[in-house]
């Protein structure tokens, strides 16, 4: 991918339930390279408009573009394929399984277990987040979990990962160690969607910011320029006094 690039953008993105807007006309770019945040508070429409580009929810109106072409992404294995990789906020994984065996379950059948458990291990390795796969999920702790969904995600080599509010699972220490793995996807040239409502971690590792609000972009932003005040005012309204 071109570096500095725009490798997705949404325009006008909006998802109704029923007459309410969970996500109103949201426009979104995210450069090739660059560690992107997704802000706001609970109920802001985040995890809707991520469902979105994964394809686990279709658009009511509006386009998603892929490296500056329309791309429609019907299911996740569309996004999948296009190189997109998503850790939702809530695991859906097989206790009684071992790790190998549920990342099997998203990849194409024709792949050996072995060759499954292989890739996994050298790429928990690489991505400085150690996982067993021969371990049973029932076995893990949720932080564990987390990894399972990241190698996954790694194992189909994305240009883009999706990371729905990835530390509120986490230690400070897991998260510390997360944070290295993302600079280094980022150091790879790889794109991160971080979805957040902590403001000191996006201030922390992120490039850019978008701050979402009722479903509305609020605000657009190199958070690193910004006051936790203004950030905070983009998310909540303009009632937040300074602190
Ligand atoms: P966030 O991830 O920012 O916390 P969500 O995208 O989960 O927010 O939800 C945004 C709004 O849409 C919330 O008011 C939520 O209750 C509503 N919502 C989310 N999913 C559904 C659904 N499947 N059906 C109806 N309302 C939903
Ligand atoms: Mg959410």
Redesign the pocket.
Same mark, same amino acid.
């Given at each position: 991918n071109q570096a500095g690039g725009s490798l997705l953008s949404v325009r006008g993105l909006t998802k109704y !339930?029923g007459t !309410?807007a969970?996500c109103d006309g949201i426009d979104l770019n995210i450069d090739n390279g660059e560690i992107h945040a997704l802000l *706001?508070e609970? *109920?802001? *429409?985040?995890?809707?408009?991520v469902k979105m580009l994964f394809g686990v929810l279709e658009p009511s109106e509006g386009e998603i573009l892929w490296e500056d072409k329309p791309q429609r992404i019907e299911a996740p294995a569309v996004a999948r394929k296009i190189g997109i990789g998503m850790v939702f906020q809530h695991f859906s994984l097989f206790e009684a399984l071992t790790v190998a065996e549920n990342i099997a379950l998203s990849l194409d059948p024709g792949i050996s277990l072995a060759k499954i458990a292989e890739e996994s291990r050298r790429l928990s390795v690489e991505y400085g987040l150690p996982l067993d796969p021969r371990a049973h999920v029932a076995d893990l702790s949720v932080g564990e979990r987390q990894r399972i969904e990241i190698v996954r995600a790694l194992l189909q080599n994305p240009s883009l990962i999706i990371l729905d509010e990835p530390t509120s699972v986490l230690t400070p220490q897991e998260a510390d160690r997360l944070f290295e793995t993302l600079a280094k996807l980022k150091a790879e040239g790889r794109s991160v969607l971080y979805i957040s409502h902590r403001l000191e971690e996006v201030q922390r590792i992120c490039d850019k910011a978008t701050v979402?609000r009722h479903g509305k972009v609020t605000g657009d932003c190199n958070p690193r320029n910004e006051t936790a005040s203004s950030l905070a005012r983009m998310m909540v309204g303009g009632e937040v006094s300074e602190i």
């Open positions: !339930f !309410f969970a *706001g609970n *109920g802001a *429409g985040k995890s809707t408009l979402l």
